[in-house]
């Protein structure tokens, strides 16, 4: 950083002394600017390690609740008991020994635009943590259905841990010749290949363990919404003996003890019932009032910088933004890098990148040992101000294969590095 640049990025630290003085809260060089980022998955880890990579003396802390982070991505695997939790756990050490972000341990439950301040509840009390810039990758939040709907009896395993073994041990026990019902929500939800990928597997798994088994896959959506040719195949060829799919179907209300759901199709009852609820911006950003996008769902944000609209100084990365590109690992990391870049360029009194790019992958495995791919480019274009789509960019694997499933893996490590490493 030059002369001119240190002057501007010192000039925004006016709040950063005050931290100081909250306990947990220490502060690394008290004269750098002040980043609060609330959430440790894709987006948040890759962000706060950036910040540090790329700002130096920047100060960072990451307000998580949990003690460690699992990934949604690969938890499929999880579920058909290819391998346990173990696989997807992600740690906080190289953020913190390598990096110098701050961590804090607590549930950020409420963002202060005004006074530019978030109240976070920590083992030991309440902190109000002040910041220059923060930065939120809550992930998503749940809507509940209609009807009697108990998410540990009819389990989601749409974020990644308890739910996960929950599910795994469902499938696992489901009596002989019983029926999986799978609900996928309607779009936009965290990761679109996600659920068709889960009903492959799961239908996979039954077709070895519980051969009578059937797989009825409700989907909310009109059509197969990511990787068509390759689930449409999968649907059609391996597992048409067991799987039935069915589109645009809307469920009236659930009754999760019972496992039954009453649909526009009729009355559907499952001996294990994979229920996706419709998806929205995680919990703190409608407790803070930011969300703004037509659907009262998601947070609208310049993706420039990745800062909301209405409160620029606040940037949301990930799952709860409004900016139309798919809500994945991949792209959160990616995300995370333009805002990084963004933030640390404001403080140097620079202007953004006006030709942000980014990316998302997803492998996804359609048997225990094969599995296709997706892969989308996406481009801002400044005369609308949003990011489009780069058209040739946008490929599935033209057949799915076992060396595909054992790039899975490769690629899957590579991102959980470049995020938590
Ligand atoms: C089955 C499945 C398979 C998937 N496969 C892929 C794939 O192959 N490729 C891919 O790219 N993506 C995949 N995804 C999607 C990917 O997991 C998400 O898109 C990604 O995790 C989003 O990152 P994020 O930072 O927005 O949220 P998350 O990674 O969910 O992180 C949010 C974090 O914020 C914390 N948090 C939330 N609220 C608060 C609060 N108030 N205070 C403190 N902490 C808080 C949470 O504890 C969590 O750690 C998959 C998802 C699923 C469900």
């Given at each position: 950083m030059n002369k001119t640049n240190r002057r501007v990025f010192l000039k925004h630290a006016g709040v950063a002394a005050l931290a100081s003085a909250i306990p947990g809260f220490s502060t690394a060089a008290p004269s750098a600017p002040r980043v609060v980022v609330i959430g440790g998955g894709f987006g948040g880890a890759t962000v706060s390690k950036y910040l540090r990579l790329w700002g130096g003396d920047i100060n960072v802390t990451m307000v998580e609740s949990q003690p460690l982070h699992y990934s949604c991505i690969l938890s499929n695997g999880i579920v058909t008991g290819d391998y346990g939790l173990d696989r997807v756990r992600l740690q906080y050490d190289a953020l913190k020994d390598r990096h110098g972000v701050e961590w804090l341990q607590g549930?950020?439950?409420?963002?202060?635009p005004d006074s530019q301040e978030v109240t976070v509840r920590t083992a030991t009390g309440r902190v109000k943590l002040p910041y220059d810039k923060l930065i939120v990758s809550p992930g998503v939040d749940f809507i509940s259905p209609q009807g009697n709907y108990k998410a540990g009896k009819t389990p989601h395993a749409w974020k990644a841990g308890e739910q996960t073994i929950n599910l795994r041990n469902k499938i696992k026990n489901m009596r002989d010749g019983g029926t999986f019902v799978m609900r996928i929500p309607k779009a936009p939800y965290r990761c679109p290949p996600g659920p068709y990928e889960r009903a492959c597997v799961c239908a996979d798994f039954l077709q070895r363990h519980n051969p009578n088994a059937k797989v009825i896959v409700l989907d909310e959506?009109?059509?197969?919404?990511?990787e068509p040719v390759t689930f449409g195949n999968a649907f059609e060829t391996l597992y048409s003996d067991i799987l039935e799919y069915h589109t645009n179907v809307q469920v009236a209300d659930i009754d999760s003890p019972a496992g039954i759901l009453n649909t526009d199709i009729g009355q559907i009852v499952g001996d294990v019932i994979n229920f996706i609820p419709d998806h929205k911006a995680g919990k703190i950003l409608h407790k803070s009032g930011l969300v703004d996008d037509a659907t009262n769902r998601w947070v609208q944000v310049d993706?420039?910088?990745?800062?909301?609209?209405?409160?620029?100084?606040i940037h949301i990365i990930g799952?709860?933004?409004?900016?139309?590109?798919?809500?994945s690992g991949h792209m959160a990391n990616a995300q995370a890098k333009v805002c990084a870049d963004a933030i640390l360029r404001y403080f140097g009194g620079e202007q953004p990148n006006q030709q942000p790019s980014t990316a998302s992958a997803c492998f996804s495995p359609i048997t225990q040992d094969t599995a296709g791919w997706l892969t989308a480019v996406f481009q801002y274009d400044a005369g609308t101000g949003q990011m489009k789509l780069v058209p040739d960019s946008f490929a599935e694997a033209e057949e799915v294969s076992k060396d595909n499933y054992e790039e899975m893996f490769a690629w899957a490590d590579n991102l959980f590095a470049d995020s938590f490493g």
């Open positions: 549930k950020a439950l409420k963002i202060h959506n009109p059509k197969i919404m990511a993706p420039i910088t990745y800062g909301s609209v209405a409160h620029p100084e799952d709860s933004q409004a900016t139309g590109q798919p809500k």
